[in-house]
C-alpha cells in the first residue's frame, strides 16, 4: 500500500510562490508522480507529473513556465513549485501516484492541500 501526505498550501497574494511537498510511503519506486488540482465547482485537472526515474515531466499548459515539478528519490518526496500564482490557481492540489507514465489514472491520491490566490 502506498500512501501520501501533502503539506505546504496556504493563502497567498497574486505573483507570489508557494511550494507544496508530498511524502510518500511505502512501494513507490516504480510510480510514477504527479500533481493534480480541483478549483471550486469544478473537476479535476491534471497539473505536473514526473516519471519514476526523475527524467521527465510534462505539464498543463496553463501552469508551463510558472511551475516546476521535481523529485526526491532518497527522500521519497515530490515537490511542486508554483511560481507567478493568479488567482485561477486556487484549488485543492492533490499528490497521486500512477503505474502509467502519463499519470492519467492515478492509482494513489493524498488528502489534498489547499492554496488560495487572492488579493
Known amino acids: 500500500q502506498v500512501q501520501l501526505m501533502e503539506s505546504g498550501g496556504g493563502s497567498v497574494q497574486p505573483g507570489e510562490s508557494l511550494r507544496l511537498s508530498c511524502a510518500a510511503s511505502?512501494?513507490?519506486?516504480?510510480?510514477?508522480m504527479a500533481w493534480y488540482r480541483r478549483a471550486p465547482g469544478k473537476q479535476r485537472d491534471f497539473v505536473a507529473s514526473?516519471?519514476?526515474?526523475?527524467?521527465?515531466?510534462r505539464y498543463a499548459d496553463s501552469v508551463k513556465g510558472r511551475f516546476t515539478i521535481s523529485s526526491d528519490k532518497a527522500e521519497n518526496t515530490v515537490y511542486l513549485q508554483m511560481n507567478s500564482l493568479k488567482p485561477e490557481d486556487t484549488a485543492v492540489y492533490y499528490c497521486?501516484?500512477?503505474?502509467?507514465?502519463?499519470?492519467?489514472?492515478?492509482?494513489?491520491w493524498g488528502r489534498g492541500t489547499q492554496v488560495t490566490v487572492s488579493s
Open positions: 514526473v516519471i519514476s526515474s526523475g527524467r521527465a515531466t
Open positions: 497521486i501516484a500512477a503505474y502509467g507514465y502519463d499519470c492519467i489514472d492515478p492509482t494513489f
Open positions: 511505502g512501494a513507490t519506486g516504480s510510480l510514477n
